[in-house]
């Protein structure tokens, strides 16, 4: 499985952005994904997970207002879009996948098997 994100750039305070992530391979639909984030010198930390079964959704607490995680099987494609950005939301983001057939979407990165690039989210004050 391969990942690939995109839809990052440079963005002002209070507008939206919507980050995609694209798989290859036939696995997709049976994989439950997160996306994570690592801001600048600090760790990377969980922003929301969608699990292949029912599409039932888990997000991290800072996030759960802002921020919508979807999936589109027929693109082999997962979505985070997110609204009202700050400063502190810069980051680069990062899609990730679990083996097929977990069902979970823990927020520990550890859970998750495949990984792709990243892309950078700058949002300006």
């Known amino acids: 499985v391969q990942l690939v994100e995109s839809g990052g750039g440079l963005v002002q305070a209070g507008s939206s952005v919507r980050l995609s992530c694209t798989a290859t391979?036939?696995?997709?639909?049976?994989?439950?994904m997160g996306w994570f984030r690592q801001p600048p010198g600090k760790e990377r930390e969980f922003v929301a997970g969608i699990s292949w079964i029912n599409d039932s959704t888990h997000y991290a607490d800072s996030m759960k207002a802002r921020s919508t995680i979807s999936r589109d099987n027929a693109k082999n494609t997962m979505y985070l879009q997110m609204n009202n950005l700050k400063p502190e939301d810069t980051a680069v983001y990062y899609c990730?996948?679990?083996?097929?057939?977990?069902?979970?979407?823990?927020?520990?990165?550890?859970?998750?098997?495949?990984w792709g690039p990243g892309t950078l989210v700058t949002v300006s004050s």
């Open positions: 391979g036939r696995t997709f639909v049976k994989s439950s």
């Open positions: 990730a996948a679990r083996k097929p057939r977990y069902s979970g979407v823990p927020s520990q990165d550890n859970e998750y098997t495949y």
